[in-house]
């Protein structure tokens, strides 16, 4: 590692860094701008290629083109006019004649009143394709809509909801998703940097290289979604952003705490920061490896969108740890002692974290561990009772955004008056030989409306031997009791000889993802813990130490999830979860949380070898108190972030995970942990020798570690 650090911070070196940094974000800051255009948000994307709705989809681009329907609502309590009515025959007629954005005017459905005689509200379905650019332009297609049918007024309502209308709802949420978190993290960096550090200078040194690693990262993603396939989406492209300014700047705070400790025993900054590199370098890399593996194991999902996930912020990270190991640590060396202004770290000045609040605080807990331990692992615990209130289970539409959007309205509106499923109906696929019996078979099916099944306008009748048609739902198509009926209906049309059904559809694809989502669950969890405890046995080289670091942290989660849940329901008044938030929640915690007792324990370690476990574990947290805490910060803030976007799935993920670093910073790591290794004394790092020679210069090949002290 020490020669490694020499080739970043050595006197040509370190121009030699700099200039290769800059040649790099001449060429990639240009297609870090393209991955905007390179999302994918389609059904298909999201969803897994084995699941029966994908296939549907599949299948029906031989009969039309795919497309989902906006559905214009008209509704006046007391009963349309008779010059509402010309309003809306009026409109439907300028409908029929769009075509721009990808309107299929001429396909036009309706008006549909909710009964024969003094109607209340009417209908008009407007198909919108959805090809290669559908999701780009679904928004300027409702805008189109609305240019036409207006917004209402005297009493009559006017609302554009259906797929078409949500779909452009959560469009335009997403619009500048990519720019609103880069704003807000930088803020939320900037802020805690200058609390960090009290210097208006040094702040911009770690900012700059954040931003170079994420305008680097976002044009390798770019390459990749372009050239190679990955699946990139609004989602997996908003924690990027979030996940590369909150690892990157606590590598940089770790990084420079141990710069300035270093500076203050060396008058030659450049030995300062080769020893700083080297010192502080594993437990850097480690924790980005950690990080970068347990992402990667997202790409075992079975939800397309989660897998997409995986390679996306695993390139983030890695990428960040580069460049706050390379780039930074040139920049630190270039700029000289004076970026510290005004507390500039002199030589031969003290050690202000020998006698800071870190250290009491390691000494008071040092007085009774045991007892400390065991009440906050007990408060912890019971804090995790508030899992009881998660209600995992999936957010309707209705309940999807923060505010209240158009679509959502008008989907109350529609209810009122039509079957709550019209909007967004079930697509059955099957041979043309059984079509009469698996039509047979979904009519009779509870929850379905018997009349309504039929061949949606524009249409092939017929596909290789296939027939294609549709079916509305008495219940809100996001609702469980719609996707209850669609397992209904799978089953009678499975149960239909040599049909070949299949059941497809907007309720089909939500019920097939929260059953992917739950496989995820119970298959990625283990193996994240698996990656974690592997890396802590072969960083810490012991087993007793890893597994009390893993348990530590599953309880950390635990409570995190548990005051959660509680906040949601009584603070925020959500009305659940996503089903995939314990999963993402679970990998940034359980991957970003771990970064701090991986620079806590092996700093320990060091310490340990030199002066005993006991001494050291009260040094350790001594000297990383300040940095860890602060790290802790920064991440928390730019993780709260997310809750900037008016959409509740990444308002709960950034509160939840914000909540967790916080917890596991100021509680976790700087109380449990700390108590526990003091309580099981040296046998914390069993097998090793060091759990029997404790102290007695154990140097494995590092003389220096018995002989020099390292702060």
């Known amino acids: 590692m020490r020669a490694t650090a020499h080739l970043v911070c050595g006197r040509r070196a370190k121009w030699v860094v700099l200039i290769l940094w800059l040649i790099v974000l001449f060429l990639m800051a240009p297609f870090a701008s393209k991955l905007t255009g390179a999302q994918d948000n389609d059904a298909a994307s999201w969803l897994p290629g084995s699941a029966e709705s994908t296939q549907v989809l599949e299948i029906s681009k031989g009969f039309r083109p795919e497309q989902i329907p906006a559905i214009v609502v008209y509704a006046r309590d007391d009963g349309l006019t008779a010059g509402d009515r010309a309003r809306i025959a009026a409109d439907t007629v300028q409908l029929r004649r769009l075509t721009d954005h990808g309107i299929r005017g001429a396909e036009t459905r309706g008006p549909v009143y909710d009964r024969p005689v003094d109607p209340r509200a009417a209908q008009i379905h407007v198909p919108i394709t959805m090809d290669e650019k559908g999701w780009s332009r679904i928004s300027p297609a409702v805008d189109s809509i609305r240019d036409v049918v207006g917004r209402g007024g005297a009493g009559l309502a006017v609302h554009i909801t259906g797929p078409g209308g949500t779909s452009a709802d959560f469009a335009k949420a997403f619009e500048g998703i990519d720019s609103t978190l880069l704003v807000a993290a930088m803020g939320v960096v900037i802020v805690m940097l200058l609390i960090t550090y009290r210097s208006p200078t040094l702040l911009l040194v770690p900012l700059i290289g954040v931003v170079v690693a994420l305008f680097t990262a976002q044009a390798l993603i770019y390459f990749l979604a372009h050239y190679a396939g990955l699946t990139v989406n609004g989602q997996s492209a908003g924690i990027l952003t979030v996940l590369v300014f909150g690892a990157g700047t606590d590598y940089a705070l770790l990084l420079v705490a141990r710069y300035r400790e270093e500076l203050r025993r060396h008058e030659d900054r450049h030995e300062a920061m080769t020893l700083a590199l080297h010192r502080a370098g594993p437990a850097v890399l480690a924790s980005g490896a950690t990080v970068v593996l347990s992402m990667l194991v997202l790409t075992a999902a079975e939800m397309n969108s989660t897998a997409g996930l995986g390679p996306v912020a695993a390139i983030g990270v890695a990428v960040a740890l580069l460049a706050m190991m390379t780039l930074f640590p040139a920049l630190l060396v270039i700029c000289g002692r004076w970026i510290f202004w005004p507390a500039i770290p002199h030589f031969g000045s003290a050690d202000p974290t020998e006698r800071g609040f870190w250290a009491r605080t390691g000494r008071g807990i040092a007085d009774r561990p045991r007892m400390i331990w065991i009440v906050t692992a007990l408060v912890l615990g019971v804090c995790s009772l508030g899992l009881i209130q998660l209600r995992a289970e999936g957010i309707s539409n209705a309940d999807a955004f923060t505010g209240k959007p158009d679509s959502i309205t008008g989907q109350e509106v529609s209810e009122k008056y039509f079957p709550a499923g019209s909007g967004d ?257 040296p046998k914390v790092w069993w097998p090793h020798r060091l759990a029997r020679d404790d102290g007695r210069a154990v140097t494995e090949g590092a003389p220096e570690a018995a002989t020099k002290s390292s702060g």
């Not at 409306?449 to 739902?473: D, I, Q």
């Not at 990656?531 to 009390?548: N, S, T």
């Not at 999830?561 to 938030?581: P, Q």
Request: aromatic letters at 6%; glycine letters at 10%; charged letters at 15%.
């Open 425 to 681: 109906p079930l697509v059955i696929v099957s041979h043309q030989a059984q079509a009469r019996q698996v039509g047979a078979a979904v009519a009779a099916t509870d929850g379905v409306v018997p009349t309504s099944l039929g061949l949606p306008p524009g249409t092939k009748p017929l596909h290789e031997g296939r027939v294609l048609f549709e079916a509305t739902m008495t219940a809100p198509s996001d609702s469980e009791a719609a996707k209850q009926t669609v397992e209904r209906v799978r089953d009678a049309v499975h149960a239909v000889p040599d049909a070949d059904a299949r059941v497809g559809g907007g309720t089909a694809a939500l019920l097939d993802a929260d059953r992917a989502t739950t496989h995820d669950n119970i298959l990625i969890i283990p193996l994240v813990l698996g990656v974690v405890l592997l890396i802590l046995c072969g960083l810490l080289r012991a087993l007793v130490a890893p597994l009390l670091l893993v348990g530590t942290v599953i309880l950390s989660f635990a409570a995190a999830l548990g005051i959660s849940a509680l906040a949601f329901r009584y603070v925020f008044d959500y009305a659940g979860e996503s089903t995939d938030f314990p999963l993402f929640v679970f990998v940034f915690l359980v991957a970003l949380g771990i970064d701090y007792n991986i620079f806590l324990t092996t700093r320990i370690r060091e310490e340990a070898l030199r002066q005993g476990t006991r001494t050291g574990v009260v040094t350790g947290l001594a000297a990383t108190g300040s940095v860890i805490t602060s790290a802790g910060l920064v991440l928390a803030g730019t993780f709260a972030a997310l809750g900037t976007l008016p959409m509740v799935g990444f308002a709960e993920i950034g509160f939840a995970v914000a909540l967790g670093v916080l917890l596991d910073t100021f509680v976790v790591r700087s109380v449990l942990v700390t108590a526990l290794f003091l309580d099981v004394g």
